[in-house]
Antibody, heavy 121, light 108 residues
Framework: EVQLAESGGGLVQPGGSLRLSCAASGFTFSSYWMHWVRQVPGKRLVWVSRINSDGSSTNYADSVKGRFTISRDNAKNTLYLQMNSLRAEDTAVYYC??????????????WGQGTMVTVSS | EIVLTQSPGTLSLSPGERATLSCRASQSVSSSNLAWYQQKPGQAPRLLIYGASSRATGTPDRFSGSGSGTDFTLTVSRLEPEDFAVYYCHQYGSSPRTFGQGTKVEIK
């Protein structure tokens, strides 16, 4: 079964750091572009970051550029999001998501269950 | 950045009725790179439609997507009890990718 499972969320103080992980299974992880998308409960989805299949290219939303870093370890079938200088407005559920097609961009077809990040003192 | 505006905000309908959801983009969406997702409370979104009109694997044929350029529509021909949820449109042709604010389909 194709699955994504996030971990690493929790409560962190403003200015703090957190690293999210996403374990992939059931598909050839190294062939797919991957994303992080976040959502304040009850609000719209917001794209955060994207990494291509071999990790050589990344993109970020302006709101997280310079603070967040997306990376992947294809040998471990794992996607990461290093979040530094966290702010209250980063509080959200963070989803790990896969592009539908191998090796290129497309709609987001596989979503993890999400991990909650709360930034508060 | 392409802004997606969905309407209406809430749709109150009965099972068996037809639902028509709209998504309007602030600029043309390239190559119809427009998708629709369904989200139920406490769950992750689920891909329903990609490429504006292609059903994703497992999407019932009562769901259909149409449109191009700046105007897109998701239609549910006859609502089943499990279809009451929030629906989001999403453009993936331009960076940054963006989502609409959602349309809630609720039981009347």
């Amino acid at each position: 079964e194709v699955q994504l499972a996030e971990s690493g969320g929790g409560l962190v103080q403003p200015g703090g750091s957190l690293r999210l992980s996403c374990a992939a299974s059931g598909f050839t992880f190294s062939s797919y572009w991957m994303h992080w998308v976040r959502q304040v409960p009850g609000k719209r989805l917001v794209w955060v970051s994207r990494i291509n299949s071999d990790g050589s290219s990344t993109n970020y939303a302006d709101s997280v550029k310079g603070r967040f870093t997306i990376s992947r370890d294809n040998a471990k079938n794992t996607l990461y999001l290093q979040m530094n200088s966290l702010r209250a407005e980063d509080t959200a559920v963070y989803y790990c998501v896969r592009d539908r097609l191998e090796g290129t961009y497309d709609a987001l077809d596989i979503w993890g269950q999400g991990t909650m990040v709360t930034v508060s003192s | 950045e392409i802004v997606l505006t969905q309407s209406p905000g809430t749709l109150s309908l009965s099972p068996g009725e037809r639902a028509t959801l709209s998504c309007r983009a602030s600029q043309s969406v390239s190559s119809s790179n427009l998708a629709w997702y369904q989200q139920k409370p406490g769950q992750a979104p689920r891909l329903l439609i990609y490429g504006a009109s292609s059903r994703a694997t497992g999407t019932p044929d009562r769901f259909s997507g149409s449109g191009s350029g700046t105007d897109f529509t998701l239609t549910v021909s006859r609502l089943e009890p499990e279809d009451f949820a929030v629906y989001y449109c999403h453009q993936y042709g331009s960076s940054p990718r963006t989502f609409g604010q959602g349309t809630k389909v609720e039981i009347k």
